[in-house]
């Protein structure tokens, strides 16, 4: 990351190499322009509809808007010699709202395992990824970690929950207005009973 000022960056994760990378920068700080690196932020962007004290992750049409984005911008002709570099903040919600998207798009596009997804995001002296939590009032009974949710996604993928090929965004979006919960899978343990 030569034109990203080394006093701003606190972890540089590499995806593709010389292509794509994933950085934290210190709060409030911004990339300076430069000729062979593009930067874009998607922490205002894709945000996250908590219900109480909730973060993430975020939600399929977001990811979905992230991949569509991303693949747009590695196909640019304009930024075909660039390298292409999504940043976050330091702040703990939105980095892992933001790294849950990056390897979400190696997992979906590239066909990485979840763990090759997120390796690059805990070597290198990189700080710890908050873990997300229950949407309830009060203190959360579980933790859920990014590499669970890279498995989620591998998983859905795998069982055929949804294609990008053919994901109708809007039809989610509408849906998740009217009733946020509407787009959760539920899975009820079977049992007998003796």
């Not at 593009?38 to 962007?45: A, L």
């Not at 929950?161 to 009733?179: A, H, I, P, T």
Request: proline share 5%; net charge positive.
């Amino acid at each position: 990351m030569d034109t990203l000022n080394q006093s701003i960056v606190v972890h540089v994760a590499e995806y593709i190499k010389d292509r794509l990378y994933f950085t934290t920068i210190q709060e409030k700080k911004r990339p300076k322009i430069s000729v062979t690196h593009h930067y874009f932020c998607t922490d205002e962007e894709l945000v996250y509809n908590s219900f109480y004290a909730d973060f993430g992750p975020l939600n399929l049409a977001m990811v979905y808007r992230y991949y569509c984005k991303l693949n747009k911008k590695l196909k640019s002709r304009s930024l075909a010699k660039k390298k292409i570099v999504h940043y976050t903040t330091n702040n703990g919600e939105k980095r892992v709202n933001a790294a849950f998207l990056v390897g979400s798009y190696m997992i979906i596009q590239h066909g990485k395992s979840p763990e090759e997804a997120y390796r690059p995001l805990i070597f290198g002296g990189s700080p710890p990824f908050l873990s997300f939590r229950d949407a309830s009032v009060g203190p959360s009974t579980y933790h859920l970690g990014l590499l669970d949710c890279f498995r989620a996604i591998k998983k859905a993928l795998l069982n055929g929950f949804f294609n990008f090929e053919n994901f109708d965004v809007e039809e989610y979006e509408y849906y998740e207005l009217l009733n946020p919960d509407l787009s959760w899978i539920s899975y009820i343990p079977l049992w007998t009973s003796s």
